[in-house]
């Protein structure tokens, strides 16, 4: 401790007279403003030489930085050595340490100045003003949620009795919901196509499968354009027994395979 | 793999066991082994190198004989010892005086002879013998056959013939079968060399056309869409084939040429369902099902698509048109019009429809014999829906026969150009791959010709010639 002590006033004697050497060498005319000082309290006062204290800004800052057109924005500052302190935009002389709530219409800059001894700071801050607030992005741009994504998550499979293509009463709960969704996708995109896809089970011969899957398909078709969806958003295609879901020997496989899908097309 | 199966059913016959075991007895039109000409073949032996083929050449000759349906191999354990290989081993035996004054006059043998085959047990109509030797490089066979019935040697000669083949197992194989084919035609047998069999296969990673010669050698894959193409269909010339192929979101009819492999030109009606093609015996017109008033129903047009012309207009699928090759006026076809899918029948211009089936179960796969008179199809009556087995039936009078009967599937069967034969595929059970066989009209003589993936819908053509 008594060393870091010596160290110090060596230092700042050391630096006192760097600086006098200085002066005289270069024979520059002694500046107006007089460098830094030292931090006041640090070593012993009495072998620092007296310097005029400058005028300092300690802090401007604008909160919040940015607002809409209409809304308020407060200007904190904290100034010292000055007596002199002016806002610009017609806000005039204020107070060492102040606030001030401004209102502006656009994106401002607020320049504090102050003066004193012959010197002067200055500090600058900008508010961004939006003038009118942005509408917010259209819904489809928003929740744009890919409308085959929505299909694939929303849309239900339909079911068929065996070797028929009647729409059973569980089909026809199925498929309004399903229009629903559909209609819900075409809203947002009016150039949405939907394929629906007729599937049967392994049993029968893969022929007659692929007609019997045909008219299942045409069958959901018929149903959902009665519910209002379009025709020509809806398309059709027979899988027959050739993309099964489950491949197991069993009524509940089965059952599984004769269905309805509805697809995003290609 | 194929020679394994060739003796397998060699052994089969031999020991005169009958390949499908449980099977119900058969009823109705077609005939049994009794009444067909009874021939027996000589294990031929080659000169020098030609030795080396035998095996291959032997189990090839009798197999192709075997496997006609139309003879009745006598088994080899019934042969006399002393066997010819050529006319003039055949010594007429001579008589002689009799040791014993009053006896009558000896019969003295003096080689083989054609009583030898004749009498019991042997009890044969017919010879085949020869043998083979090397010649040039080649192999050369010198083939037999005799009507051992006959009193001598110039009359009993129906075949005596030279054919040359490759120094080699293939070769020994080719004058085979081309000597079986010359022995066949002697019994008003149509030979099944030269045509080919068209089928499914997946083992390329999708659905595509193959086609096969009659024993399953020489497996090529036709098309190479890679989508689903299936259906597959031959003209009656063998010149071109169709098929059904999912092309950009639809079911679409495609013909090509079996000589270039090309696809030739076919307008398909606008639909989401085209499908089950099938050539007119003149090839001048083209039969399918199509979905045009929102069920799929049969149509026919001109080769090249145009001149369509729905024949039939139910609010039910119908699939499968198949023309009768011998009248090219009646058309078979699958039907859910009465119900469940049923086999029916209707005159080329969408009259005098009728059901053929009896409205039980459920029946696919309908194919006619060349004779335009027998049929054959897929039905599952007596089982599970989905468990089908293979019918024949009479035309004129409707009396299904049963072929198979078989745990798992049964399906497709096709007509073989000879009449007498049938292709078609079995998935022995559940999960397992599907496979070809062809088989007698009586459902004996299974031959499985597929081993990889799935092979299904065979349809048996002619070749080219």
């Known amino acids: 401790m008594r060393n870091l002590s010596r160290t110090l006033v060596t ?165 309004t919901k399903d229009a629903d969704v559909i209609k819900r996708i075409l809203g947002a995109d009016p150039t949405f196509t939907i394929v629906i896809e007729g599937h049967c089970d392994e049993r029968g011969s893969e022929e007659y499968n692929l007609a019997l899957g045909d008219r299942r398909a045409l069958a959901v078709k018929e149903f959902l354009v009665q519910l209002g969806v379009p025709d020509d958003r809806l398309k059709t295609i027979s899988f027959g027994k050739e993309r099964p879901v489950c491949t197991d020997e069993n009524e509940a496989c089965y059952q599984r395979n004769r269905r309805g899908h509805l697809a995003p097309a290609q | 793999m194929k020679i394994k199966l060739i003796l397998a059913s060699l052994a089969a016959l031999a020991t005169g066991a009958v390949f499908l075991s449980g099977q119900d007895p058969i009823s109705g039109v077609i005939t049994k082994p009794h009444g067909k000409p009874r021939i027996a073949v000589i294990d031929f032996r080659g000169a020098g190198d030609a030795q080396k083929f035998m095996t291959s050449f032997n189990t090839t000759l009798w197999d192709e004989l075997s496997n006609s349906g139309v003879l009745e191999m006598v088994g080899k354990s019934f042969y006399p010892l002393d066997v010819p290989q050529q006319p003039s081993d055949f010594k007429p035996p001579t008589t002689a005086a009799p040791l014993r004054r009053g006896d009558p006059p000896r019969t003295v043998r003096n080689g083989p002879w054609l009583t030898d085959w004749s009498n019991p047990p042997t009890s044969a109509n017919h010879l085949v013998f020869g043998y083979t030797a090397v010649q040039d490089g080649r192999l050369l066979l010198r083939g037999y056959l005799f009507t051992v019935t006959q009193p001598d040697v110039q009359s009993a000669q129906l075949i005596g013939k030279l054919y040359f083949g490759s120094l080699d197992d293939e070769g020994a194989k080719k004058v085979a079968r081309e000597f079986a084919a010359d022995i066949l035609q002697q019994f008003g047998q149509k030979s099944l060399s030269g045509t080919k069999i068209y089928f499914v296969s997946d083992r390329s990673g999708n659905k595509e056309i193959w086609s096969m010669d009659y024993d399953g050698s020489n497996q090529k894959q036709l098309t190479s869409y890679k989508t689903i193409s299936k259906e597959p269909i031959v003209s009656a010339d063998g010149r071109m084939f169709a098929f059904t192929s999912l092309i950009k979101g639809s079911w679409q009819i495609m013909i090509h040429s079996v000589e270039t ?8 009606p606008i639909s989401s369902t085209i499908e089950t093609p099938e050539f007119t015996p003149d090839g001048k017109h083209v039969l399918y099902a199509a979905s045009l008033g929102g069920y799929v129903n049969i149509c026919i047009s001109d080769i090249t698509g145009a001149n369509m012309n729905q024949l039939t207009h139910v609010r039910s699928q119908e699939v499968s048109p198949k023309v009768n090759p011998k009248t090219g006026r009646d058309v078979l076809f699958i039907s859910g019009r009465s119900g469940i899918e049923q086999l029916w029948r209707m005159n080329i211009d969408g009259s005098d429809v009728e059901r053929v089936t009896n409205g039980e179960g459920y029946v696919a796969n309908p194919s006619w014999n060349p004779n335009g008179q027998l049929i054959a199809f897929a039905w599952t009556r007596g089982f599970e829906p989905g468990s089908y087995n293979i019918f024949i039936m009479d035309i004129a009078d409707k009396k299904p026969v049963q072929l198979t009967s078989n745990a798992g599937k049964n399906e497709n069967p096709w007509f073989a150009p000879d009449g007498v034969h049938l292709v078609y595929q079995s998935t022995p059970s559940h999960g397992r791959p599907t496979q070809i066989y062809t088989m007698l009209l009586d459902g004996t003589h299974p031959q499985q010709l597929t081993t990889q993936g799935n092979n299904t819908q065979p349809v048996w053509a002619n070749g080219i010639n």
Not at chain 1, 127 to 142: F, G, H, M
Not at chain 1, 145 to 172: C, H, M, S, T, W
């Open chain 2, 261 to 268: 492999g090309r696809k030739l030109p076919f307008y398909n």
């Open chain 1, 11 to 175: 230092a700042v004697f050391g630096a006192a007279l760097m600086m006098t050497a200085a002066g005289c060498k270069k024979k520059t005319p002694i500046p107006t403003t007089p460098p830094p000082t030292a931090p006041a309290n640090r070593g012993s006062g009495d072998t620092t030489p007296a310097v005029p204290l400058s005028v300092r800004i300690n802090s401007f800052t604008g909160e919040p930085r940015s607002i809409e057109k209409g809304q308020a924005v407060t200007l904190r500052w904290s100034v010292g050595n000055s007596t002199d302190i002016s806002l610009d935009h017609e806000l005039g002389a204020v107070a060492a340490n102040g606030s001030r709530q401004v209102f502006p219409s656009q994106t401002t800059t607020y320049t504090l100045t102050a003066k004193g001894g012959g010197n002067q700071d200055t500090r600058s801050v900008t508010i961004e003003v939006s003038s009118s607030v942005p509408p917010p992005p259209s819904r489809t741009a928003a929740v744009r949620i890919p409308p085959a994504e929505i299909l694939g998550r929303e849309a239900q499979d339909v079911y068929f009795d065996y070797d028929k293509n009647d729409i059973r009463a569980d089909g026809r709960d199925t498929l």
